[in-house]
Every structure is written in C-alpha cells, then in structure tokens.
C-alpha cells in the first residue's frame, strides 16, 4: 500500500483547497502543485490564471504547505487540444474535460507526483474510490447536484490505486463553509464552467482562431432553406440560442433547435419545437470504450448511463459490443443525443466506464 505523502492539485478553486486541508488533518504529509497549462500570454485578461496562482499561494501559505508551479503545456497541446479542434473540424463536440483528466491530471500529474516520492495525488474532484488495491471501483460522490464521476470515466485501476478525493462525501455548502471557518481567502469564489485549463471566454470567437469557418445553409427538417450559419463548428445537437432565425412565414413560430449536421453539403438541420420527434434518440452507438475494471461487461448488459453531466441516470442495454463498437438502446428516447459527447455507464452508484457517442 502507497504510504502517506500527497500531492494535492492546488488550482487555486475552493474545492482543492478544502481537499488539502482535510488531507492535513488526516495525518497525510502534503504538498501542493499548481498546474498552468495554457499560454494565454497573447490574450490579456481572458484566462484568469495569474489571480488563480496568486489564490492558490495565499491558501498554501494559510496551510503552511510547499507549493510547486508547473507547465504540461506541450502535453496539452499533444494530447488534449489537438483532440479537440479534429474533433470540432470533424463536426462533433467534443468534450476536452475528459481528456484533460485522463492524460493531464491522472497522468501527467501523477507520473510527476510519483517521480518526487508522492504515494498519492489528489483533486478537489467530487468522486469517490473504494475497492482493494489494483481492484478499485469509481463510485458516484454523495452530493448527486456535484458528482464528477461523468468526467473521470477513463480512469484506469493504476490513476484510482495513487488517487484521493477528499470531498466525495461532502456537499458544496459544507465545503465553502468549511473553506470560511478555516480562513482560506477564496471560499466566496465562483466555480469555473470554462474549458479545462483555458478557462471562460467567447467560444465561438476561440475556436475561429485555430479552424476556419465555413458558412453554410440553414435547413428545415423538410429541406426548406431557412438562413445562413457562419459554420457548423459553432453549433451543437439540441441548441437554441445563436441560430438567428427570425420569424417565418407559415411556421408555428416555436423557437427553432438544431437537430443534425449534414457535413457532407455543410447545412445545418433544425426543427420547430423543443419536444419535436427528430430531437429524439432511442438508440446510439458509441466508440473509444473504456472499462475501469479493464473488462467489458457480457453483452447483452443492462444499467443506467448519462449521455450528459448531471443528466439523470437512463435505464438503458447494451445491446451489441464489436470491434470496439457498442449499440446503447435506451428504455426511453433521450433528447439531442450528441456525437463527440460523452456516454457514461453506470451500475447503481459505481461508474463502469463509458465511450465517445459516434452516432
């Protein structure tokens, strides 16, 4: 069993910084690590990392713990981001969270934690790890509004057998006042709802620095033309705003929803109506598995999945498993089923692993 040193991501956010403290007072030896992996030094003001640092030293010092600064930059870049813009080029949405924790936080973190004599690493992740060594089970968090179980899927037994996290049986509420009681200057902060490690800014602006857009006809689900998009990278399955239809004539005047891409013409399909038929799948198949247990379930396998974050769990089977494939039928169709996304199975409160919705 690994002994008792930590190593504590310190993102300079209220959730790590609680996880640090209580590791304290669980005995464990704790350092902290502060990870910057976006070079944001052409876009002034955009991604708040200098005050992220300077909140993730005021709360190492209130603890009285080392805090170390580091760069994954280039394993961002190579692992996360590339990913991430074939996937918007491809038409998809892609979902770059995941892969940040897989390949930046659980694996590069953890290889550097491990290299400086660490026994763990740890997040302020709302998750929680049980089972024995080398047989660990991912389990949802208590707080169901703040599980993060949907974005650490691709854990595999060695990140689960080096990781802790702290706040798996703890609400939001109880952190933050946890946080106020013990001084640590940011306990107020906003969670952040940006792209992991780039932080919050004008999406659609972001992506057109990297991809060219190609605008393109908006089309009604009968083939009428209806307007114009400026790409169909900037759009999404199941979304409202930004489409920029106005009225039009001899329709019901219900807002409009995107409801498919067609890449090959470049035309983005919508319908009428957040309830319309086409918005909705009973089936899906999905690619890029992953099985925390290192073995998929026999087919055919009933359980629960989440085709998005804090979605409700859906009764569902697997019906079919080749060639790195699954079918996923649904016991109720699930609304704006969105490839490049992420479906993530369950088995009560244990997550089993999950793939990448192709269709």
Not at 19 to 40: C, I, P, R, T
Not at 188 to 195: L, Q, R, V
Request: proline share 5%.
């Amino acid at each position: 069993m690994p002994g008792n040193k930590v190593m504590v991501g310190l993102s300079g956010g209220v959730d790590s910084s609680v996880a640090a403290s209580l590791l304290m007072d669980q005995g464990y030896e704790v350092e902290a690590l502060f990870m910057k992996n976006w070079d944001e030094d052409d876009e002034p003001g955009e991604c708040p990392a200098e005050q992220d640092l300077a909140d993730a030293r005021a709360v190492a010092e209130t603890l009285g713990i080392e805090l170390r600064t580091i760069s994954f930059s280039t394993e961002y870049w190579d692992r996360v981001f590339e990913y991430f813009l074939a996937e918007y080029r491809a038409g998809r949405t892609p979902n770059p969270d995941i892969l940040c924790n897989q390949e930046i936080k659980f694996r590069a973190f953890l290889d550097y934690a491990l290299d400086l004599g660490a026994d763990w690493i740890a997040t302020g992740h709302y998750a929680r790890v049980q089972g024995s060594p080398d047989r660990r089970t991912l389990v949802k968090a208590l707080d169901a509004d703040k599980d993060q179980t949907y974005f650490l899927y691709r854990l595999g037994q060695r990140a689960l057998n080096h990781s802790l996290f702290p706040l798996g049986s703890l609400t939001k509420p109880e952190v933050r006042a946890m946080a106020e009681q013990r001084g640590f200057p940011n306990f107020a902060k906003k969670d952040s709802t940006g792209i992991c490690f780039i932080g919050e800014r004008k999406f659609k602006d972001f992506l057109a620095r990297y991809l060219p857009a190609q605008p393109g006809d908006i089309v009604s689900v009968e083939g009428d033309i209806i307007g114009r998009h400026q790409g169909l990278m900037f759009h999404t399955i199941g979304q409202r705003q930004g489409l920029g239809i106005g009225g039009i004539r001899d329709t019901s005047g219900d807002p409009w929803y995107v409801a498919d891409k067609d890449m090959q013409n470049n035309r983005l399909i919508v319908v009428q109506g957040k309830d319309h038929p086409a918005l909705f799948k009973a089936t899906l198949e999905a690619n890029d598995l992953y099985w925390i247990s290192g073995a998929a379930p026999a087919i055919p396998f009933s359980c629960h999945a989440r085709i998005r974050y804090r979605q409700a769990d859906q009764a569902c089977e697997i019906a079919a498993l080749a060639d790195g494939v699954c079918r996923v039928r649904f016991a109720i169709p699930q609304r704006a089923v969105t490839p490049g996304q992420a479906i993530v199975f369950y088995d009560g409160d244990v997550c089993l692993g999950g793939g990448t919705i192709r269709s």
